[in-house]
């Protein structure tokens, strides 16, 4: 008997030995933080992010954590001043930490047509008359966050290619992110509302239908500071660089990820940002220097 219970003793001691193995290789791991601004509600945030950290945890020297803040602002504050070692910052928020403090871009996350771009979108209700961005005069428009390129800087360029001036608008808000826009503009509080395009088709179900797309925008960067050390830049970018969508494998990986990196990433320059960074420096009354 006692033999029996010695020896079920070592065979728990043995099962249990390699778990407690893997976590404390984990835990031994040099921690890096991952910033990303609060864009959705905190726990569909860590259910849409977290997977991604645990991804870079186990396929590179270094245990990811995941840093949310409030806001765009507090994101760059956050990787100014090192408490995070890198993130997943907007286009505009990029031009910003890399004026301030000279953050570099490493990598691009790529979209389902497997290009690193997308667009914003001008969204209104189904049933609403207006069929022009010239029948936006005189109309209440909500613009997405005042540090967001889809749903404020491009969106006022769009307007301006049109000859739509901001003065002409009967009305115009900021509001905090995009599905904020998408419900405002659904539940009738503005006629037409600025996002992207990922969520101008989420709401479409829902009732929003688009009245103009702008040009195409490079997708937001996974940026690192400037003095980063190459180490982490190449885990980080090999790690992500391996992924092949066309991988039934990889595939089922990234499907639980946020939709900004369910399809793979490509690897990002300076000069991809070139054009948002000239818009933000010139545009006087809205997302450039004006309302910073």
């Known amino acids: 008997m006692k033999r029996k219970q010695l020896f079920s003793v070592v065979f728990l001691a043995l099962l249990v030995a390699p778990l407690f193995t893997a976590r404390s290789k984990t835990t031994e791991k040099p ?16 259910k849409r992010y977290q997977p991604l950290m645990d991804y870079l945890t186990q396929n590179t020297p270094y245990r990811f954590e995941l840093k949310i803040s409030r806001d765009y602002l507090e ?7 090192g408490t995070t070692q890198l993130g997943f910052l907007g286009d505009i928020a990029f031009v910003e930490a890399r004026l301030r403090f000279g953050a570099v871009p490493i990598l691009m996350p790529l979209r389902e047509d497997g290009r690193p771009s997308y667009r914003s979108a001008i969204v209104v209700p189904r049933i609403s008359p207006l069929n022009s961005l010239q029948d936006l005069k005189g109309k209440k428009v909500a613009f997405g966050n005042l540090h967001s390129t889809s749903g404020n800087l491009f969106p006022r360029y769009l307007l301006l290619s049109k000859r739509v001036y901001m003065q002409e608008l009967g009305s115009f808000t900021n509001l905090r992110n995009h599905d904020e826009v998408a419900r405002a503009v659904l539940r009738g509080e503005y006629d037409a509302g600025a996002v992207n395009d990922i ?13 103009a797309y702008s040009n195409p925008i490079p997708t937001a960067p ?7 050390p190459k180490q982490l830049v190449k885990a980080v970018t090999d790690a992500l660089l391996m992924l092949d969508r066309t991988n039934p494998s990889h595939e089922k990986l990234m499907s639980n990820w946020d939709d900004t990196f369910k399809y793979g990433f490509t690897t990002a320059k300076l000069s991809d940002y070139r054009q948002v960074s000239r818009m933000f420096k010139t545009i006087p009354s809205s997302c450039g220097k004006g309302c910073h």
Do not use: W
Request: aromatic share 14%.
């Open 31 to 46: 921690v890096v933080r991952f910033g990303v601004n609060l864009r959705y509600n905190p726990i569909s945030m860590y």
């Open 75 to 81: 994101t760059l504050r956050f990787l100014k001043y």
């Open 199 to 211: 969520t101008a088709e989420k709401y479409r179900k829902e009732g929003l239908r688009v009245l």
């Open 222 to 228: 996974i940026v690192v500071r400037g003095d980063a």
